[in-house]
Every structure is written in C-alpha cells, then in structure tokens.
C-alpha cells in the first residue's frame, strides 16, 4: 500500500507531503490545480520518463519520494533481496532529476538503475489514465492484455525464447548458402593467404629473434673491437689470471706468520677463477660474432616479408598463425558446405516442429482465455448499465510480415501464431465489430474500466490509480462507474483523480487540490476533507460549481448518503 507521496521543486509543485489511506482515496479540484500533476510526480517516482522541464520554474532540482508498505509479493521480495535491499517494514522509492536533464534513483536509499526502478514499481503500482483508453483503439495491445489476463505471460515467453533459437538457424542457414555461392571465389581467397604463410615457414617469435641478430650483425665491428680490448687485458701477457696467480702466492706466504691474510688468498682465488672464466667466454663470443655481410641481407629480406605479412594478418607471429588455423578451419567448413546446410536443415526442422508446438499450445490457451475474458467483460459492462453489449475478443492466424517466419505453412512470430482483437456489439442484434469502429468515449472508459475489473482480480499489485478515466460519462452511469471503483477498492488501495460527484461521493478519503498565486508565484496544496460540511461543499461544487446554493448542497448530502449506503 502506497503511505506516503512527498513532492519538491515539481512543476507548480514547491513542497507537498500526501498521505494516503486504504479503500478508495479520490482527488478533486479546479481544472489546472495539479491532479495531474501529482500523478506524474508518481509516474517519475515509477521509473517514468525524466527531463528538465519538469522542474519548477527557478529549481535546479526536483525530487519525488514515494513510502509503500513492506511488498507481500514474492517474486517483488526475490527481487529486492537480489538488489541487496534488506527487508523491513517499509519500501522507499526516491527520484531526483537535474537542471541539466541527468536522474538518479535508490530504493531505500540503495543507488539503482531507472529502468530497474521501473520494473519495481510495475510489481507496485498500476496507472490507468485517458491515454489508455486510447490505448484500448491500438489492436497491438489487445493480445497483451488477453494474455495477462489468462496468465500465459510464461507460455508467451517460452515461445518467444523457441522463436529465437529458430530464427538463429534460419539466419545462420542464409548466411551459409550465400557463402556457398560465393564458395570459389573465397575457397580460393584463403587458399591463397594459407599458402603464402605456409611457404613463408613463420615461427612464433621470429621476428623478434631475428631483429635481435640484425641489431647483432649491424655492430659486428665495434662489438668484435670491444671483446677484443677486454680479452688483451683479461688474457695478455701478463694475463690478469697470471698477475692474480703471483698476488694469492705472496698472501700465503704471508698467512704463514699473519693467518688472518689467509681469507684474503682466498677470495682473490675466487676472483681469479672468475676472471679465468669470463675469459673464456669473451674469447668464445669473439671466435663466434661473424660480420658477414651476406647474412645480414638475408635477415633484412626475411623480416621484410614477415612485415608484409603481419601487415596483413599480424601484429605479431602468433596472432598471424592463430589467424592461419580460423582459416584453414573456415576453408574446411567451406570444402564441406552440403554437409553442414544438410546438419543445419536437421536442426532447423526440430527448431521449427519445437516452436510451431508451443505455438500452437498457446493458441489454444488463447482461445480459452479469450472466451473466458470475453464473458466476465460482458458481465463487468452489465455492472456498468451496458447490459445488452456483447463483448468478444478475436483470436485470429497472424499474418505474415518481417517479423515471422513461415512454421508448418503458418506465420510463426515472436509472440505466437495469433492477432487478437476486441470486438463489441453495444446494441441486441448487431454483429460485433472492431473497437475502433464502435465504441464511443463513455463506452471506451466503461469498456476500460470493465477489463482492468477483470485484470486486477489475479494482479499482484495492490495500489491501483485512475487518473481521470471518466470521459464521456455522467449521471447514472457515472454513479455505476463510482460504484465499481469503490468495489476494486475493497480489495486493494485506489487513489482516483475525477470531476465527477457521483465518483467522489464513493471516497474512503476524499482530498481537493488546489492552487493560488503568492507573491507573484503559484503553489499547489491539498486538502483533506473532513466527512461533514467540506466534503458536502465539494460534492456540491463537482455538481453545480463554485456557486453551488443550497439545492446543490443537499443534493449532495443525498448522494453521500446514497453511496454510504450502497
């Protein structure tokens, strides 16, 4: 249940804190008060759309916070405890949008994501407003309805999920027969770049290996002029082995009167070995480094090629022969291309006779819900002074288009083999006929109002809001309307923005909305009413205007009574 609604710097709004009871709460005043308004503060709050023209005038933010009851909805609870939001007693949504457009969102108080934020608030909160009444005229959203209605949203998803899987293999089947006919133009393509790495003989870190002996062989002299100044000194005459030799004998015999200089012998022994060995190896080196120059070309030829072919395959050798086995894999796959469209048309028969089945399951669970549907609409509508009308809902083969693909000579799309339609006959005798084509304004708000009757009986959600949803209707069939809402409210929280007296006689709480200009500014504030003189004076008003007399005021009195006792 939605407890609280506190609003900051929104449109006309400056600072307003609504509280909000079970049963039926309605909202009236002057049109241009801000009912509106308030449900679009809460639509924000919701996950809705965002910008900065929300803000008022002078505001560099707007900020809505919405307090609901602690959900008792499990797959909701699932969700928030996925979220990291620990259970309590209370569920806080929160939104803030900037002079510069940019939003941001918590639930209490967590950092969310909008589009997570409104996957919450639809388990929380349904809207119904004049725009969905439209939405009624909108074939489109037929087929949704009906299927929230039957409960086949899993079964929708199911096929949505088999659709997917098909259209995959039909892509990827198309994909391989226009290879195959471009087959010997790239068969040949590829066996000309994995011939050409081939006869190069490229090895995993060539070319690194070979630029370090070019470096080597571009250098030969000085390096050859280097090791042989280091081997005159290490190993001429006399040799720095030699001059050491003569040094550790003189400290031994030392060490025959000083022992200490015996560790001193000893380690230019060491020191010796060492220069003995580094010797060697310097005259190793140079007995090796071979300047020839025609080494060195063929070096430069080599990494030549090895750079024209990591241009085109690189960067480096072992990204270039990875590239040569996705190759070779490619030109096998290719050299084998009837055998996998073979493979792929196995697979793409299971995938279809799979996905045509649960089609066609669903089709069927369609066409029981869509009768059951059509019944408890018609026997809402009845509750709603439409008595005679006959209402159908029409479950049809879809057509084909962009979207399907042709399943068992049928148009198998996303959601199903079906297009569904509402059709209404308001009058005994005529046939019924698209929606679009027949209903008038007040019929469309009763056939509205009739179907969301029958949707919010199996509904999760608990806090339903109707937002001006009274065109077109007055008189008895607006006290119907009023009587019909205040009966969803017995089973659920309903806030209802209206004009209409016969409506705001049925409230639990009744509210007005109203606004006045301060200092050169407008403000928005509203009042609840108390269930003597205010709410009669309100009633009044909604029936004959602000200068309601004393005929209107008891006309009211009797209303109020009336809906009390009905």
């Not at 004049?130 to 929230?148: F, G, K, M, T, W």
């Not at 409960?151 to 929708?156: D, I, M, R, S, T």
């Not at 012998?265 to 007995?287: F, K, M, N, P």
């Not at 009757?453 to 806090?463: E, F, K, W």
Request: contains cysteine; glycine residues 8%; hydrophobic residues 40%.
């Amino acid at each position: 249940m939605l407890r609280q609604l506190a609003i900051r710097n929104f449109a006309i709004i400056e600072s307003l804190d609504l509280d909000f009871s079970p049963g039926l709460t309605v909202l009236t005043g002057e049109t241009g008060a801000g009912k509106s308004i308030l449900v679009g503060a809460l639509a924000l709050v919701l996950g809705g759309r965002a910008s900065a023209d929300l803000l008022r005038t002078g505001s560099e933010e707007a900020e809505v916070a919405a307090r609901f009851d602690w959900p008792d909805d499990a797959d909701l609870r699932t969700r928030l405890d996925e979220l990291g939001v620990p259970a309590g007693d209370e569920l806080m949504l929160r939104r803030q949008v900037q002079r510069e457009g940019k939003s941001r969102a918590w639930v209490n108080d967590r950092p969310i994501t909008v589009g997570v934020l409104a996957q919450l608030a639809g388990r929380l909160v349904d809207i119904s407003s004049q725009h969905q009444h439209q939405s009624l005229l909108n074939v489109e959203n037929h087929r949704l309805l009906l299927d929230r209605a039957g409960g086949l949203e899993a079964q929708v998803a199911d096929v949505g999920l088999r659709y997917a899987a098909l259209m995959e293999l039909v892509r990827k089947r198309r994909r391989l027969a226009e290879a195959q006919g471009q087959r010997a133009e790239r068969e040949a393509f590829l066996r000309f770049q994995i011939d050409e790495i081939e006869k190069a003989g490229v090895q995993p870190g060539e070319e690194k290996a070979l630029q370090e002996q070019r470096q080597t062989l571009r250098h030969a002299e000085q390096i050859k002029a280097a090791l042989d100044e280091a081997l005159t000194v290490l190993d001429g005459q006399p040799s720095a082995g030699a001059l050491a030799i003569k040094a550790e004998r003189a400290l031994n015999q030392a060490a025959q009167h000083l022992p200490s200089v015996g560790d001193l012998a000893r380690r230019l022994e060491s020191a010796r070995i060492e220069i003995e060995d580094v010797a060697e190896s310097v005259r190793s080196l140079g007995d090796k480094l071979d300047a020839d120059p025609g080494r060195l070309e063929e070096i430069e030829d080599r990494l030549a090629l090895l750079s024209r072919l990591l241009k085109k395959h690189g960067p480096t050798t072992e990204e270039l022969l990875a590239k040569t086995e996705r190759m070779r894999g490619e030109l096998a796959e290719m050299e084998d291309v009837e055998g996998a469209l073979a493979d792929l048309d196995k697979k793409l028969k299971a995938a279809e006779s799979s996905a045509l089945a649960a089609a066609e399951d669903l089709s069927g669970r369609r066409r029981d819900a869509a009768l059951a549907l059509g019944k408890k609409v018609e026997a809402e509508l009845a509750s709603l002074g439409m008595r005679k009308t006959a209402f159908q809902v029409s479950v049809r083969p879809r057509s084909g288009s962009e979207e399907t693909v042709s399943a068992g000579g049928r148009a198998l799309g996303p959601q199903g083999l079906d297009e569904v339609e509402f059709l209404i006959a308001p009058n005994v005798g005529e046939t019924p006929r698209p929606l679009a084509r027949i209903a008038s304004g007040g019929e469309l708000s009763r056939v509205m109002l009739a179907i969301k009757g029958v949707l919010l009986a199996s509904d999760p959600v608990d806090v339903s809001i109707f937002d001006e949803v009274d065109a077109g209707i007055g008189g008895a069939v607006a006290q119907m309307v009023g009587k019909k809402i205040h009966g969803l409210a017995r089973a659920r929280q309903v806030i209802c923005i209206t004009h209409l007296p016969q409506i705001a006689a049925y409230a639990d709480q009744h509210s007005r909305v109203e606004k006045e200009a301060r200092k050169g500014r407008t403000y928005t504030r509203v009042a609840t009413l108390d269930e003597r003189e205010e709410r009669v004076r309100e009633v009044a008003r909604l029936m004959a205007g602000e200068a309601a007399g004393e005929a209107s005021l008891e006309a009211a009195r009797e209303l109020l009574a009336h809906s009390r006792g009905g």
